[in-house]
């Protein structure tokens, strides 16, 4: 569904992504796994057209996205969820929901999101400054499936959370790839990644230097821990 090919990503004079290929089939979770610095959030921001400052190839569903501004690329069905979540905190959870434009027609209802995030229900008009983390986090996971994304990029959903709200997250995630949704995660987390995820690939310094399914990587725990420093 989604592919990078040569992909090379650069700040200013700085040469971040180092010819990174990546795939991510349709209805899995994948997940870029690394230390913080090592170039997982640029990859993301570059799939997004965020960073345009990048040479190689990137598809979505066969269809070029490589010189397609982000506006377009989310058009295109793909949403992004950036690790401060980008919660609009002068707006009410019904509102941040419903503010955004619908780009598929794949776009969840209310109560369908309202069905799988029951906590978003009962906080509906709240405002998004009293929010917890976790929730936040929800509510962010929810917009983007309410825009009509049929692929999400997660970036470190369980930054800062607490284990009972990681393990929720776990489950929203599990249940989101049950509906199809694909989704490539960025996440320090190992064992929040072999939770949810199908495949992982390990970027050091801007380049993949590994990619595992879910069963190596759960069998190499103990050396991918000690590679993240964990």
């Known amino acids: 569904m989604l592919e990078t090919r040569a992909l090379n990503a650069y700040y200013d004079e700085s040469h971040v992504l180092r010819g990174v290929d990546l795939r991510v089939e349709r209805g899995e979770v994948a997940t870029l796994v690394g230390r913080n610095g090592a170039g ?25 996205i490589s010189r397609l501004t982000s506006d377009k690329i989310a058009r295109c069905g793909i949403g ?5 979540r980008g919660i ?15 780009v598929g ?28 983390g976790g929730e936040q986090q929800m509510l962010a996971i929810a917009r983007v499936l309410r825009s009509g994304a049929r692929m999400i990029l997660l970036d470190e959903p369980t930054e800062g959370l607490a ?13 989101i790839k049950k509906s199809g949704v694909t989704v490539l995660l960025v996440e320090q987390n190992l064992r929040f990644a072999t939770r949810v995820a199908d495949r992982h690939y390990l970027m050091v310094h801007g380049k993949i230097v590994d990619s595992m399914s879910n069963a190596d990587a759960l069998a190499r725990e103990d050396e991918l821990l000690a590679h993240l420093g964990v």
């Open 40 to 64: 997982k959030t640029t990859t993301l921001k570059s799939i997004m057209g965020m960073i345009r400052k990048h040479t190689g190839e990137i598809e979505f569903d066969g269809r070029s």
């Open 80 to 84: 992004f969820v950036p690790e401060d």
């Open 88 to 102: 609009y905190a002068t707006l009410t959870v019904a509102e941040n929901l419903t503010m955004p434009a619908i």
């Open 105 to 132: 027609d794949s776009a969840w209802t209310l109560e369908r999101i309202y069905a799988l995030f029951p906590l978003l229900r009962e906080r509906r008009k709240a405002m998004g400054t009293t929010l917890s």
């Open 163 to 175: 284990p009972v709200i990681v393990d929720a997250i776990a489950d929203l995630l599990l249940e």
